[in-house]
Nanobody
Framework: QLQSVESGGGLVQPGGSLRLSCAAS????????IGWFRHAPGKQREAVSC????????NYGDSVKGRFTISRDNAKNTVYLQMNSLKPEDTAVYYC????????????????WGQGTQVTVSS
C-alpha cells in the first residue's frame, strides 16, 4: 500500500487556477524527491514538475514553465502543484510519485505512484 494520494483536481475554465496536493500513504514524503506527471488520452505520460527533498531545487516541463509552481510542506507531509493560467491542453489525469534519485524528470526513476486526479480545462 505504498503509494501517493493526489487530490485537488476538477473542472476549471481556461485561464483559471487549481492547486493539486500530493500526500504519502505508507511512506515518509520528506525522504523522497517528488514528481508530478500527467497523462492525457492519446498522449504519453509527461513529466510536469519535480522537487527535491528539501524543496530547494525544482524543475518544470517547458509547456508549464511560468504557469505552474511546485512546493512542499514536509511538516504536513504534502507536496503541492499550483496551476495558473490553465489551458485546455493541460487537461489530463495528474499523478504524483516519489523518487530516491533526486529531483529528476525521468518517470522511470519514480515509484509509489498515486491513483491520479482528473484536471479538465474547458469552457
Amino acid at each position: 500500500q505504498l503509494q501517493s494520494v493526489e487530490s485537488g483536481g476538477g473542472l476549471v475554465q481556461p485561464g483559471g487556477s487549481l492547486r493539486l496536493s500530493c500526500a504519502a500513504s505508507g511512506f515518509t514524503l520528506d525522504h523522497h524527491a517528488i514528481g508530478w506527471f500527467r497523462h492525457a488520452p492519446g498522449k504519453q505520460r509527461e513529466a510536469v514538475s519535480c522537487i527535491s527533498t528539501s524543496g530547494d531545487r525544482t524543475n518544470y516541463g517547458d509547456s508549464v514553465k511560468g504557469r505552474f509552481t511546485i512546493s512542499r510542506d514536509n511538516a504536513k507531509n504534502t507536496v503541492y502543484l499550483q496551476m495558473n493560467s490553465l489551458k485546455p491542453e493541460d487537461t489530463a489525469v495528474y499523478y504524483c510519485a516519489a523518487s530516491s534519485f533526486g529531483a529528476t524528470m525521468s518517470r522511470f526513476l519514480y515509484a509509489y505512484w498515486g491513483q491520479g486526479t482528473q484536471v479538465t480545462v474547458s469552457s
